[in-house]
């Protein structure tokens, strides 16, 4: 809130990633914030220099991570199943996550990968790619609770009214919690343990 309105060194509203890393290649942007996947298309594009660093800290070093996940269905035939497994097996090897990770930008998920040596000479090249993997020890678990996607959902919609100017971000948080609390209310209502 005080880098919108106080010291107004940060628009005001919503800036989607694609219009930052625009507004970053033109000059109007001097510092941002996005994720690993992301550097890639900026080492590529940037035509001034630049420096990657650690997400900024006021209390503690923190980072969040996140990413997806690969998942097999039960009731697949046993020729789907075999299939699936070799993909998952390949898709998770060393040498196709080393590959995925110089292409994309985003880190690789298994230590093995950056042991290659064609991951080294990468390294060594593009040191801007080795910050996310030394700030790796400060990172914080994915956000997930009961309705993940749906409280997430709140905070976010709290963040923009905040970041719009349509709420002071004490009463902003406050009522990313009240809805939070609301969504997650059958959850607790079945879990936790009734008293007599």
């Known amino acids: 809130e005080d880098l919108i309105f106080k010291h107004k060194v940060m628009p005001q509203g919503v800036t989607e990633a694609g219009g930052v890393s625009t507004a970053f290649f033109a000059g109007k942007t ?3 914030l996005l994720s690993t996947g992301s550097l890639s298309f900026i080492r590529e594009n940037m035509k001034q220099p630049y420096d990657v660093a650690f997400v900024p ?3 503690r070093n923190a980072v969040p991570i996140g990413g997806a996940s690969l998942v097999m269905f039960n009731g697949q035939s046993e020729d789907s ?5 070799k993909f998952i097996k390949w898709l998770t090897a060393a040498e196709t996550l080393g590959g995925w990770s110089r292409f994309t930008g985003y880190f690789a998920p298994r230590k093995s990968a950056y042991d290659k040596p064609e991951m080294k000479e990468f390294i060594a090249r593009n040191p801007d790619a080795r910050v996310a993997l030394d700030q790796l020890p400060y990172a914080k678990p994915w956000f997930a ?3 993940t996607v749906a409280v997430r959902k709140a905070l ?5 009214a905040m970041m719009n100017g349509k709420k002071k ?3 902003a948080v406050k009522d990313a919690q009240k809805k939070a609390d609301e969504l997650m209310r059958p959850y607790v ?3 936790s343990l009734k008293l007599p």
């Open 189 to 191: 209502g079945q879990t």
């Open 57 to 59: 800290r006021n209390v």
């Open 81 to 85: 199943r075999k299939a699936g497994w």
């Open 156 to 160: 976010e919609d709290e963040i923009q």
């Open 169 to 171: 971000a004490e009463q």
């Open 145 to 147: 609770t009961y309705q």
């Open 30 to 32: 001097s510092m941002m």
